[in-house]
């Protein structure tokens, strides 16, 4: 998938939880399109946005539409699977500005649940 690839620029090795795929409806036989972006890294993890468009390829009065998306967190890791740190990721214009500042709070929400903190910690 477009994800593992944009990862793999980043780690020898990844793995990476996928949270909260949306599938809001049943697809037919269709041309389906994924993209990938990164929205946030932290020290030794990395997350991607993966969106599957799904444009119709019978009826062609149809328009194209969001299918499924889903956001991947990589963590970067050695042979010896210990965590490695990744380079960050510079958002230059507005939006990447905003998706960082929305991938850094799923971040701290995921790292919260982790530690059984009910709030994110800033």
Sequence with gaps: MDASL???????ES???????????????????VTTSKTFTSNKSME??????????????????RAASAFFTYVSLSQEGKSL??????????????????GKGRYLKMKAKQQGQAEPQP
């Design 15 to 33: 793995k990476a939880p996928v949270r909260g795929v949306s599938v809001p409806e049943p697809w037919s036989l269709e041309q389906i399109i």
């Design 6 to 12: 944009s990862a793999a620029f980043y780690a020898e």
């Design 85 to 102: 740190p990744v380079p960050q990721l510079v958002p230059e214009t507005e939006d990447e500005k905003k998706r960082f500042e929305e």
């Design 48 to 65: 991607t946005e993966v969106l599957v468009d799904a444009e119709p390829v019978v009826d062609s009065s149809q328009q194209r539409y």
